[in-house]
């Protein structure tokens, strides 16, 4: 038996074996928007197209655009979004996302609510318990379904804005958690919050969805969506040639500990109902179990072991 070539192959799975702490990737490096499992909430195709320029990163963006009185699915406000069901945002998951976005230089921006962003809950009605909002000249972070900002920054047109959101889905207040970085800066130090409601699942939207009374149009660019287990599995690779800072200095990232928060009072929904989802119903991602540079290695050893002798008969 031949070892040296097994072990070579094997050596060159290991490190596809420990990105599988990325979970799932949303951008658009597909040319299109297969990766989103959802069916797509827009009124033309042109309300959701994938686009060489601009980017952010790689070779395509999102480009969104909503113009008043466009509503695909018959409810409140006007929308165009991508929709994925398959994040497991479930009670005592945690996950790291990523992603930017880019406002048009002429996105209006009045006093009233356009969300960019959201993890949806379940049910059929009501805020969402996380939303990403830009209002009256802002970017916001709600979360508990309140409009109670758990942090705001303004808005800048024509730039391109990175989050990186750290979260625990739980319905329990003393469980669940948020912590945000807005362009690489630590602007939401971790907050113990219900980021659940209780009873039900979240699932993520993208795109734009406003205030009905919105006259102009609204027009933004989204890019490198990515889920993971791990801060360090979010980043995007540095440029070649690029040195990797130490620890502790600006750019190298290290979680903080978590800061207590009172939790804004929920208002009380009680017409609330889980919706049945069918086959768009949230999939489990298993993170458990041994990590993949431990199976890997486990794999290896056996393999170099060398040949056993036969048994006698």
């Known amino acids: 038996m031949r070892i040296a070539p097994l072990a070579s192959s094997l050596m060159l799975l290991l490190p596809s074996l420990v990105s599988a702490k990325v979970l799932w990737r949303g951008n658009f490096e597909t040319g299109d928007i297969s990766q989103w499992n959802g069916r797509p909430q827009m009124m033309a195709a042109d309300r959701l197209k994938v686009v060489p320029s601009p980017a952010q990163e790689g070779r395509y963006a999102l480009e969104v655009t909503v113009q008043q009185g466009d509503d695909p699915i018959d409810a409140s406000g006007n929308r165009s979004e991508l929709v994925r069901t398959q994040g497991n945002e479930v009670e005592g998951t945690e996950y790291f996302y990523r992603w930017t976005t880019m406002f048009a230089e002429d996105f209006p921006a009045p006093n009233t609510w356009q969300l960019f962003v959201q993890w949806h809950h379940s049910g059929s009605s009501g805020s969402p318990p996380v939303e990403f909002v830009v209002k009256d000249e802002s970017i916001k972070l709600e979360v508990g379904g309140t409009a109670t900002p758990a942090w705001s920054t303004p808005l800048v047109r024509g730039v391109w804005h990175e989050f990186i959101f750290h979260v625990r889905w739980s ?37 734009l969805y406003r205030n009905e009374t919105i006259t102009p149009v609204g027009r933004l660019w989204h890019d490198g969506f990515v889920q993971a287990t791990t801060l360090e599995d979010v980043l995007p690779p540095p440029p070649p040639g690029t040195v990797t800072p130490p620890a502790g200095t600006p750019d190298a990232i290290t979680p903080p500990p978590t800061v207590p928060w009172e939790q804004p009072p929920v208002p009380a929904s009680p017409g609330w109902q889980p919706e049945v989802r069918g086959s768009e119903g949230a999939v489990g991602c298993n993170t458990s179990g041994a990590t993949p540079w431990a199976a890997g290695l486990l794999l290896l050893a056996a393999l170099t072991r060398g040949p056993r002798r036969r048994a006698r008969r």
């Open 171 to 207: 319905s329990d207040p003393d469980e669940g958690f948020v912590e945000l970085y807005h362009n690489r800066e630590l602007v939401l130090p971790r907050r113990s919050v219900a980021t659940l409601f209780p009873g039900q699942h979240n699932y993520m939207k993208a795109g």
